[in-house]
């Protein structure tokens, strides 16, 4: 058997950034508050905040989100290489390919009527 399937909960963090690949897919780029913290070498305290990625159909729900919308996704993990803009080294990054988004608790209450009809759902 093999699975390859994530779920998480998190913060967003800001609002998503929307774009439109060269094929005409829309991404967006989600940054959320799951923070890890941890001690590094010597002993001090770090915290690491992860990006990710919207793509498709759901890049139109991303746009709905706001600063501190409490949401919930589902999706799979996929690398790829990228090569930095200086032209560096490539290096492999780890991305979220979003299947399902639902919103848990918005930052504040928004119009219903548009969360519907762009399929943000709210979590029980």
């Not at 950034?17 to 070498?41: I, M």
């Not at 990625?53 to 746009?63: H, I, M």
Request: proline fraction near 4%; include cysteine.
């Amino acid at each position: 058997m093999q699975m390859n399937r994530v779920v998480i909960a998190v913060y967003v963090s800001m609002k998503p950034e929307v774009r439109r690949l060269p094929s005409g897919t829309p991404v967006a780029n989600v940054r959320v508050g799951e923070s890890v913290r941890y001690a590094d070498g010597s002993g001090e305290t770090r915290e690491l905040t992860n990006w990710h990625s919207f793509y498709g159909k759901l890049a139109d729900v991303a746009q709905a989100l706001k600063k501190g919308d409490n949401v919930y996704v589902d999706g799979r993990i996929e690398q790829r290489q990228i090569i930095a803009r200086d032209g560096s080294k490539p290096r492999t990054v780890h991305e979220i390919v979003v299947s399902q988004c639902h919103l848990i608790a918005p930052v504040r209450r928004r119009n219903k009527a548009a969360e519907s009809a762009i399929g943000i759902d709210a979590c029980e």
